[in-house]
């Protein structure tokens, strides 16, 4: 079973950070389909310094998301052993994660992020200072490197490891690469054999079966799901059931995907405003209709929507209708095939 620290998951189904997507509304709902641990999406640490108000509403955190791990990003000690101070004394996050993994120019330039993957005695001197700053067990997420030139993932891990870091996520792919090509599991597994704490697996894992065979042939301790829970949190569900039971567990219906956008949606609002929530769950709305037949006239209208009824609405009229047409189809065919 997983353990970061003195925490221990359910399971070893771990939801990414994902910057813009991971905020406690999406994150409560992933947690109801099973997580063994969820990770809110980076935050600046000039800008909890900053007291920047909205920085400080994306640390909010509901208690029934926990075990919860909360990330944070900069380039310098001072200001980052800052951040995770306030982090440790000030939210209930039970775990903080450094984030050495985005590849976003903005936030390499400020030397963040994956910029750190070219230096691991910058790794082990940031991370060891904010070891000794906190209580909470500090982990870091990284890629395996900058480009196919400079992989120093596992120096990089072991840099984190001798600094006092309690687990490190790899996601298999470089800065580079971006979010492109294939992750490379081989490294991940370099560093699970390198190291002793925990090493957390990311990239790729797009199925149930996925999962499984990175826990098994990689030997990673946890595996961490991004883009293949966006609209689709029945894929952490599915994977905790397959990784219990070995029984793969039915799609969601369309109705089923509608109840729980709806549901993501009231809780978006109430942790932002009608207007910013509704903005904001339309690409989620994109992503909960992926793969349902016939959604292309849908999503473009969503992209219209303006309140909660009006995207309601269009969302429950879509659903009954691809739902009559899915019953429609012969038996032999189902909706995925029909698209």
């Known amino acids: 079973m997983l353990k970061i620290g003195n925490i221990e998951m359910k399971n070893p189904v771990v939801l990414a950070p994902m910057a813009g997507v991971c905020n406690s509304a999406f994150r409560l709902t ?16 000039k800008a909890i310094l ?30 980052l052993v800052e951040a995770a101070k306030y982090v440790d004394k ?10 050495m993994g985005c590849p976003v120019p903005k936030i390499v330039k ?9 230096d691991p005695n910058k790794v082990y001197e940031m991370v060891a200072a ?5 209580d909470k067990p500090v982990t870091v997420k990284m890629r395996t490197g900058w480009d196919e ?12 490891q001798r600094a006092g870091g309690q687990a490190v996520a790899v996601h298999g792919r470089t800065r580079a690469q971006m979010y492109e090509g294939r992750a490379d599991w081989s490294l991940i597994k370099q560093v699970k054999e390198a190291v002793s704490i925990p090493v957390i697996g990311n990239g790729d894992v797009e199925t149930p079966q996925d999962a499984k065979r990175m826990l098994d042939e990689i030997g990673v301790d946890g595996v961490m799901i991004g883009r293949a829970a966006l609209g689709d949190p029945w894929m952490i569900y599915r994977t905790v059931k397959y990784l219990e039971t070995g029984e793969l567990m039915p799609e969601p219906s369309v109705h089923d995907k509608i109840d729980v956008c709806v549901l993501h949606l009231d809780r978006l609002i109430n942790l932002k405003n ?16 992926k793969g349902v037949r016939g959604n292309a006239h849908v999503r473009s209208s969503i992209n219209e929507c303006n309140s909660r009824d009006e995207l309601v609405g269009l969302l429950t009229s879509f659903a009954d209708e691809a739902a009559q047409k899915e019953a429609a189809l ?5 909706q995925a095939s029909a698209v």
């Open 130 to 134: 904010v070891v000794d700053a906190v």
């Open 330 to 334: 012969p038996d032999n065919m189902d």
């Open 90 to 99: 000030n939210t209930t996050a039970d775990i903080i994660d450094i984030n």
């Open 50 to 79: 900053f007291n920047n108000k909205k920085t400080l509403d994306m640390l909010y955190i509901d208690e029934r998301e926990k075990p919860l791990s909360l990330q944070i990003f900069g380039g310098e000690k001072e200001t």
């Open 110 to 118: 400020c030397d963040a992020g994956a910029k750190w993957l070219l």
């Open 149 to 160: 030139d400079h992989i120093y993932v596992v120096e990089n891990a072991l840099a984190v």
């Open 30 to 45: 992933v947690k109801e389909f099973g997580a063994g641990l969820v990770c809110a999406e980076m935050v600046s640490d």
């Open 274 to 289: 009608e207007k910013i929530a509704v903005k904001e769950m339309r690409k989620h709305a994109a992503w909960y209709l």
